[in-house]
């Protein structure tokens, strides 16, 4: 089984900054592109940050020089590194990748989310 488990979200004041983490674990044979999204209350989700398996990052317009999405494909995990955080960085921070964890392919997986507030 297949997990996506995240780690370091809280409660930061305006102008502070978090590191976020995700570990994939279980049985699988590789990742491919791994990113963070966010949800705010009566919003819909949105992508923040993606990277390649060889490193290649995009981000929203919101973030950029702000956060900074980087991987440890030895460990298989993906940071977030945000700074200069704003209230409305306030939402759950969800992980995604696609993982193969059986030899007929990739699968898209989410991690169960992590909240962080930013308090003005």
């Known amino acids: 089984q297949v997990q996506l488990v995240e780690s370091g979200g809280g409660l930061v004041q305006a102008g502070g900054s978090l590191r976020l983490s995700c570990a994939a674990s279980g049985r699988f044979f590789s990742i491919n592109n791994m990113a963070w999204y966010r949800q705010a209350p009566g919003k819909q989700r949105d992508l923040v940050a993606a990277?390649?398996?060889?490193?290649?990052?995009n981000y929203a317009d919101s973030v950029k020089g702000r956060f900074t999405i980087s991987r440890d494909n030895a460990k298989n995990t993906v940071y977030l590194q945000m700074n200069s955080l704003q209230p409305e960085d306030t939402a759950v921070y969800y992980c995604?990748?696609?993982?193969?964890?059986?030899?007929?392919?990739?699968?898209?997986?989410w991690g169960q989310g992590t909240q962080v507030t930013v308090s003005s």
């Open positions: 990277i390649s398996s060889g490193g290649r990052t």
């Open positions: 995604n990748a696609d993982i193969m964890a059986t030899i007929r392919g990739f699968s898209n997986y």
